[in-house]
């Protein structure tokens, strides 16, 4: 039986601290669309996606209305597309981007991921031809998000493929200048990407996953911040050993509501669920913000030294009580630190406390690595592929998934603003060292082998 | 609190064949002091009463509960009344006794909701918005009132425990809600119970 005491809690959480589902992606496998022709094979996958979407938006907002917790965006994961479609040119990479981008706009769907390429240990002709449409690929569309894992802990680096992303995020940047770049804004390259992600840039939906499943992503870091909020104001002598266990206690019972919502989803949509990932995904929105837990936490800023170890904290804690909520936990699962997203991060970016290098040392402890960082547009693809290449030997190294979500912004330099508007967000742009110290490196190519699995010092 | 929502139904145990058994609700009021339950349940266990099922409650240091228990067709009810009066009467509590009918208790499909409403508390709060509940045919199958003293001015709580049926409009019995919670100055919340279960309960 429920007591008066719970009741009220749970209002509380439901009411002042924005409690939410963050998003709610079907994932839909593509390799049965596959076709030697790019027109059938995008009749079959229009003809797959509408089936099993189509009523998508409207049950996730019934559930949402009739359990109180709205599912704030809805999204679709698709198969790697240049394995589903490997057999297509780049050009014609274009055109199945192009019509995924019509299928999200006619269903409602703010995002459809997986218009990647698995490249870890080597390139086939189908993955060259998907990297090399990126940048025209991302300008001609909306909703259209590309992920390329380009090391593993099994396979280590594919250097080649760091240098060609590199060329890549500068091309993408220069193809959508006239929006500050904002093509960059949907393209990440991933060390160790799970296969299971609801969260964009880097959902899609791996080879081992189901034909169709919902994943989900839990509510953001609004909840977590508030109840280390209340929680001090009731004891002030609180240390960081019971603020732990409270972040725990938070993310147990934000996992189970975005279970619950999740199953109900997936029960009326008739397919399986996936997993819940933990992630506290911020956005550009005041109260829903990582880099604000880190001033509960008694931090001036996030960046300030003892940052990297908030961060530990916080994910570890998450990933405890959201494990001990749920069996089917996934995806990424820990604390996102997009600088542009979360008004916190960019405000500590502008003033400086942010710098790149803390950025980097952040992503060690981290869920997902360097995110949503402007830099200046003038960046060599040598020093984007340096950047690349240092984040995913953080997460080679260290048996965990890190990405590089990095947007030269044309024609602007350290200091200036980049907007990129809505979820997105605008931050100022990073200061980073580019003087040519990187090409050398980069442009030995080859791989960068995978690393020892003991030893672990 | 004791509360128990199933029967407990010890009377399978207990009845002899050919047994013809009759169901009794008694209420007891009175001042809150320990002992209380136990003097109940020994008068009716000395009558060959099997307790079916068991509320109680506390509210402002008044004890009220309510039993349902089987007895022997045959038996006399008013003779078991008297004798949990006598034992009662010392402790300023008073019983009062019904027979059940045969009447089913009402099987309602829906879906199990809680309703809350936080304002200063002022008369007539409950009473009007339990009349949306009603016109909606909405059964209220659990209610707990609270006053937050330390709130300027004070605050009232309601939680209304309730089964809205399937094919109620949400709609419009949620824009109803809203609407008489506005004009009564509280804010309502309604919240589907699986939410408050999955978040509380391990």
Do not use: W
């Amino acid at each position: 039986m429920l007591t008066e005491r719970e009741i009220i809690a749970t209002l509380d959480m439901l009411r002042n601290e924005n409690l939410d589902v963050r998003t709610v992606t079907l994932g839909v496998s593509l390799f049965d669309c596959a076709s030697d022709d790019a027109g059938r094979f995008i009749s079959n996958v229009r003809s797959k996606i509408t089936r099993l979407a189509e009523n998508l938006v409207d049950i996730c907002d019934e559930i949402g209305l009739k359990y109180g917790i709205p599912v704030v965006n809805k999204r679709i994961s698709i198969s790697p597309v240049a394995a589903a479609a490997g057999g297509f040119s780049a050009e014609q990479m274009v055109l199945i981007a192009v019509a995924l981008d019509d299928m999200a706009a006619q269903l409602r769907i703010d995002f459809i991921g997986g218009f990647g390429a698995l490249v870890e240990k080597g390139m086939t002709k189908g993955d060259r031809a998907l990297i090399d449409s990126i940048p025209e690929a991302l300008a001609k569309t909306e909703r259209i998000c590309s992920s390329i894992n380009a090391a593993s802990t099994n396979a280590g680096i594919n250097m080649d493929a760091v240098a060609l992303m590199g060329r890549t995020i500068k091309q993408t940047a220069e193809a959508t200048s006239g929006r500050d770049g904002i093509g960059c804004a949907k393209l990440v390259v991933f060390a160790n990407i799970p296969q299971d992600v609801p969260f964009m840039a880097g959902a899609y939906l791996g080879v081992g996953e189901p034909d169709a499943v919902i994943n989900v992503g839990v509510s953001g870091p609004g909840v977590v911040k508030m109840a280390i909020d209340r929680a001090r104001k009731a004891d002030p002598s609180l240390d960081l050993g019971r603020l732990s266990e409270i972040i725990k206690r938070t993310s147990f019972k934000v996992t189970r509501v975005g279970e619950l919502i999740g199953r109900k989803v997936a029960d009326r949509l008739g397919v399986p669920f996936g997993v819940v990932d933990l992630s506290l995904a911020p956005t550009p929105n005041v109260g829903d913000s990582v880099g604000e837990i880190f001033q509960s936490l008694g931090l001036k800023s996030i960046g300030c030294p003892g940052s990297t170890a908030a961060l530990a904290m916080l994910n570890d804690a998450v990933k405890k009580g959201g494990i001990f909520a749920s069996s089917h936990v996934g995806g990424l699962s820990g604390a996102f630190i997009p600088v542009s997203e979360d008004l916190n991060i960019a405000e500590a970016a502008r003033t400086g406390r942010l710098t790149m290098e803390k950025l980097e040392a952040m992503t060690s402890v981290c869920s997902v690595g360097l995110d949503m960082v402007a830099i200046p547009g003038d960046t060599s693809a040598e020093t984007i592929s340096g950047i690349i290449a240092d984040e995913m030997a953080i997460g080679v190294i260290n048996h965990k998934a890190t990405a590089a979500r990095l947007i030269p912004v044309p024609g602007k330099k350290a200091g200036e603003r980049a907007a990129f508007g809505g979820l997105l967000g605008e931050a100022t742009i990073l200061n980073i060292r580019d003087d040519g110290g990187s090409a050398g490196f980069i442009r030995l190519g080859g791989r960068i082998p995978a690393p020892v699995h003991s030893f672990r010092n | 609190m004791i509360s128990a929502r199933k029967p407990i139904n010890n009377a399978e145990f207990f009845r002899m064949p050919g047994d013809v058994m009759k169901k009794i609700v008694f209420f007891v009021l009175g001042p809150d002091r320990p002992g209380i339950i136990a003097s109940i349940s020994r008068v009716l266990f000395e009558q060959g009463c099997t307790l079916e099922d068991v509320s109680q409650t506390i509210l402002q240091g008044e004890f009220i509960s309510i039993f349902i228990v089987s007895i022997k067709d045959s038996s006399d009810g008013d003779r078991l009344l008297a004798a949990l009066r006598e034992k009662l009467a010392p402790l300023g509590l008073v019983a009062h006794m019904k027979t059940m009918g045969d009447y089913e208790p009402s099987q309602q499909s829906g879906e199990s909701f809680i309703i809350t409403t936080v304002g200063p508390d002022k008369p007539g709060l409950i009473a009007g918005m339990t009349e949306i509940l009603a016109h909606h045919g909405i059964n209220i199958t659990n209610l707990k009132a609270v006053s937050r003293i330390e709130q300027k001015p004070p605050h009232y709580i309601t939680i209304y425990e309730v089964d809205i049926p399937k094919e109620t409009d949400f709609h419009c019995f949620r824009a109803a809600l809203q609407g008489r919670a506005k004009e009564l100055g509280l804010d309502c919340n309604m919240q589907h119970r699986e939410i408050f279960e999955q978040v509380n309960q391990v």
